[in-house]
């Protein structure tokens, strides 16, 4: 299985913050990963897919880069509605996720 | 409106099985991928399980850890999805989401839509 490293596994951010979170790969996931947010009590959601396309309707404060094993994410302007939890996904092999990082405010 | 709701989570003991149900609206379900995937209550995600539609032969796979122990099943006439738990350990509990992959012609979507969960709790 593929192993994804997530960091770090919680941030603290004020608002207006731009924010990076890293995936590391244990193999090539030729950019197969995605990104996804959870807020408390809810299911997780997708907001970027296939390294750095968005989903519809997310805001472009949010972005995502990267090739071969490494990968981040980030939000640039950190909004209160952006507190949550993110997790990253490969999706090239049987599907893994990280670990989760956990974005509060300062 | 894409709808998935999962029942059938709750108290089991070590050893005993159960049956969850994901029941799905508001999309062509016959031609859908769907998966099972499970938080634990440390927080963690784990995918668990896919099963593709008729046109894929209804091909499935498996998290290697719980090959023969889970079951994913579909009823296309149901547009529901199924998920068989046997031997439960105490490992297992944690909150059950089912999840559907979208793909739109051009793009595909992993884990694109998701139910609310339901919860497994292994204990005795």
């Known amino acids: 299985d593929i192993q994804m490293t997530q960091s770090p596994p919680s941030l603290s951010a004020s608002l207006g913050d731009k924010v990076t979170i890293t995936c590391q790969a244990s193999?090539?996931?030729?950019?197969?990963i995605a990104w996804y947010q959870q807020k408390p009590g809810k299911a997780p959601g997708l907001l970027i897919h296939?390294?750095?396309t968005l989903v519809s309707g997310i805001p472009s404060r949010f972005s995502g880069s990267g090739s071969g094993r490494d990968y981040s994410f980030s939000i640039s302007n950190v909004e209160s509605e952006d507190i949550a939890s993110y997790y990253c996904?490969?999706?090239?092999?049987?599907?893994?996720f990280g670990a989760g990082t956990k974005l509060e405010l300062k | 409106e894409v709808q998935l709701v999962e029942t059938g989570g709750g108290l089991v003991q070590p050893g005993n099985s159960l049956k969850l149900s994901c029941a799905t609206s508001g999309f062509t379900f016959s031609t859908a991928w769907m998966n099972w995937i499970r938080q634990t209550p440390g927080k963690r995600l784990e995918w668990l399980a896919q099963i593709e539609d008729k046109s894929n032969n209804y091909f499935i796979s498996y998290l290697e850890s719980v090959k023969g122990r889970f079951t994913i099943s579909r009823d296309d006439s149901k547009s529901s999805v199924y998920l068989q738990m046997n031997n439960l350990k105490e490992e297992d509990t944690a909150i059950y989401y089912c999840?559907?992959?979208?793909?739109?012609?051009?793009?595909?979507?992993?884990?694109?839509?998701w139910g609310q969960g339901t919860l497994v709790t292994v204990s005795s």
């Open positions: 996904l490969q999706y090239d092999n049987s599907p893994t």
């Open positions: 193999q090539n996931i030729n950019k197969y």
């Open positions: 296939y390294t750095s």
């Open positions: 999840t559907l992959n979208y793909y739109d012609g051009t793009y595909y979507y992993p884990f694109a839509y």
